[in-house]
């Protein structure tokens, strides 16, 4: 092959797989046709240092104009006073809040990694941890947050900032009583909507714009968007402190970043239009339908879900009782054309990597035009395929010893793509996916 072709052959292959497979990653969505084209465009071409009326190069008239579409749209869909749209991403983004609000050493409040939170909110494995001092919060074994124990937190540390938000959680995020407790404290709250901003926007979440005083968003999860970020200063928050939008501007640029990505700003300008239209709000619902759906054919098969259910686009899988491990599954379903995320749950005994849980969303799948019948159909192969793994050579899988351990999990990563079983189910849903075009 033409070696100027070989990044396009991939690209075809890509497409081709994500056309013929199922992709339950409750972070992942399908933006339309008219991001893409944005994204694909001319304006990735271009510099533009700065802010709006104020570029460090010449030539932005047009890309003045860009950015304002872009943030006036995000203000409106989200009801806030201020949004800077530059952030690369979700993580650069909490990164820019961190150090817009905080001072090094500073003491920071989030929902613990191995129960949902994400790393960008002062984990350990992040950077964040090393510049500011990071106390976390769990959940109860229900998925409910652990409201004692984040209290007791937030009166022994004293924290900067409290975090609300994470990766996995299927309940409604009361916002008003972080609100309320990070009132009564003297902090910062800093509401990480990520992965429900598409609820959020359609109104089929609540708002954390009266509570908050910053709004974080990924634009590419249930948004619908291309990746990318955005940072929301609530009126709330320049009540807390007028100089706070300055601050969060100076933190993205020129504190964190270079030039904006001009392409990706008009890609989530694109989004957030699509994001007002009434066909949105149809498909927001649809996506929490799903998931209830998905879960409730999950639980016929006796599948233990955190929380008992789901709330939002995710679902929580304990494994335990399954007896077999979220990796294991997660490849089991890979061989199935099932896409799932494997994820630790509360209290695991196991590591990240290695976890006791899977985590299901629907927003993609949704975007394809599927509902309920499709998703019990999901949860019966879901069924049978780590049914069809149980059944496969696991001995040694979570073998103390770690050269047995390592040797038994290489093995079965070759054996499960040749399993009978899980081509058939594979077969089976290449032929669902195809009734279901991507946008
Ligand atoms: C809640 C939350 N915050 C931040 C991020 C980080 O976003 P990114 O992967 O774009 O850096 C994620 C990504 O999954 C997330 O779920």
Known sequence: MNQGEAVFDLIRQEEKRQKEELALIPSENYCSSAVRKALGSILTDKYSEGYPGKRYYQGNRIIDEVESLAINRAKKVFGVAQVNIQPYSGSPANLAILSAVCQPGDRVLSQHLSMGGHLSMGQQASMTSRFFKAFYYGLSKRGQIDWDGLESQVRKQRPKIIFCGGTAFTKVFDFPRFGRLADESGAFFVADISHI????????????????????????????????????????????????????????????????????????????????????????????????????????????????????????????????????????????????????????????????????????????????????????????????????????????????????????????????????IKKEVKSLCCQFPLP
Not at 209 to 220: C, E, G, P, Q, V
Not at 231 to 252: H, R, S
Not at 375 to 389: K, V
Request: proline share 5%; no cysteine; glycine share 10%.
């Open 197 to 424: 901003a598409g609820l959020v926007a359609a109104g089929v979440h609540p708002s954390p714009a009266r509570s908050a005083h910053l709004i974080m968003t990924t634009t590419h999860k249930t948004l619908r968007g291309p990746r990318g970020a955005m940072i929301m200063v609530t009126a709330k928050g320049l009540k807390k402190d007028p100089e706070l939008g300055k601050k969060i501007n100076q933190a993205v640029f020129p504190g964190l970043q270079g030039g904006p990505h001009n392409n990706n700003i008009a890609g989530v300008a694109v989004a957030l239009n699509e994001a007002r239209a009434a066909g949105f709000k149809k498909y927001a619902v649809q996506i929490v339908k799903n998931a209830k759906a998905l879960a409730t054919s999950l639980k016929r098969y006796r599948f233990k879900l955190i929380g008992g259910g789901t709330k939002n686009h995710l679902i929580w899988i304990d494994l335990n009782n399954k007896k077999i491990d979220g990796w294991t599954a997660a490849w089991a379903l890979e061989a199935a054309g099932i896409i799932a995320n494997r994820q630790t749950i509360p209290f695991d005994q196991r590591s990240p990597y290695y976890p006791s849980g899977l985590r299901l969303g629907t927003p993609a799948i949704t975007t394809r035009g599927m509902k309920e019948p499709q998703m019990r159909l999901i949860g019966q192969w879901i069924n049978e395929g780590l049914e069809a793994a149980r059944k496969m050579n696991l001995e040694g899988i979570g073998s103390p010893d770690r050269e047995r351990d390592q040797k038994a999990r290489k093995e079965f990563k070759q054996a499960v793509f040749e399993n009978q079983e899980l081509r058939r």
